[in-house]
């Protein structure tokens, strides 16, 4: 009795070069404020995990190689909240200062993130302006989910992205 798989239906170890290693962790470094970035910091940790001893060695070697100076963005407990809304797609209602120093209460919807001129922005439909408008993770001071849907901007109506602007690929 009991049950077996088949051997046929497994898949091949996977093997990274102690540089493929180095380049997860340093991206991940270079990226420690980037929405998602809980996420992609345990997705490196399984990989490197998965090393043998002497590639991760190497791999720790070759990290001191590596510096980067992140400037900070948004705390943790706020993207987390922007991330799930975006997500769910449900409207957030964020306590905003603009460059000018105004403070604002806005809810928007979540379109996208975007990574220009070394910030991270929300790209959001603000219910207040009634348009999209880009925020400036920085400055969010307070965000809370709502259970209030998005009503479904399509990120087409964002306009053309920056010069040199590129989804992210998979």
């Given at each position: 009795?009991?049950?077996?798989?088949?051997?046929?239906?497994?898949?091949?170890?996977?093997?990274?070069?102690?540089?493929?290693?180095?380049?997860?962790?340093?991206?991940m470094a270079a990226t420690?404020?980037?929405?998602?970035?809980?996420?992609?910091?345990?997705?490196?940790?399984?990989?490197?995990?998965?090393?043998?001893?002497?590639?991760?060695?190497?791999?720790?070697?070759?990290?001191?190689?590596?510096?980067?100076?992140?400037?900070?963005?948004?705390?943790?407990?706020?993207?987390?909240?922007?991330?799930?809304?975006?997500?769910?797609?449900?409207?957030?209602?964020?306590?905003?200062?603009?460059?000018?120093?105004?403070?604002?209460?806005?809810?928007?919807?979540?379109?996208?993130?975007?990574?220009?001129?070394?910030?991270?922005?929300?790209?959001?439909?603000?219910?207040?302006?009634?348009?999209?408008?880009?925020?400036?993770?920085?400055?969010?001071?307070?965000?809370?989910?709502?259970?209030?849907?998005?009503?479904?901007?399509?990120?087409?109506?964002?306009?053309?992205?920056?010069?040199?602007?590129?989804?992210?690929?998979?």
């Amino acid at each position: 009795g009991g049950y077996a798989l088949d051997k046929s239906y497994s898949l091949p170890p996977v093997n990274f070069t102690a540089a493929q290693a180095l380049a997860l962790s340093a991206a991940m470094a270079a990226t420690v404020q980037a929405p998602f970035s809980d996420s992609a910091r345990t997705a490196t940790r399984k990989v490197l995990d998965a090393l043998d001893p002497a590639t991760r060695r190497r791999a720790t070697e070759l990290s001191h190689r590596v510096w980067v100076n992140v400037e900070p963005s948004a705390p943790r407990a706020l993207m987390s909240v922007l991330e799930q809304a975006l997500l769910d797609q449900v409207t957030v209602n964020l306590a905003y200062t603009d460059a000018q120093g105004n403070n604002t209460q806005r809810e928007v919807e979540p379109m996208i993130f975007a990574l220009t001129g070394g910030r991270w922005l929300l790209v959001a439909w603000c219910r207040l302006r009634d348009d999209v408008r880009w925020f400036n993770l920085s400055r969010i001071q307070r965000a809370t989910a709502t259970r209030h849907p998005c009503t479904g901007h399509d990120i087409t109506e964002i306009g053309t992205p920056p010069e040199g602007a590129h989804p992210v690929a998979l």
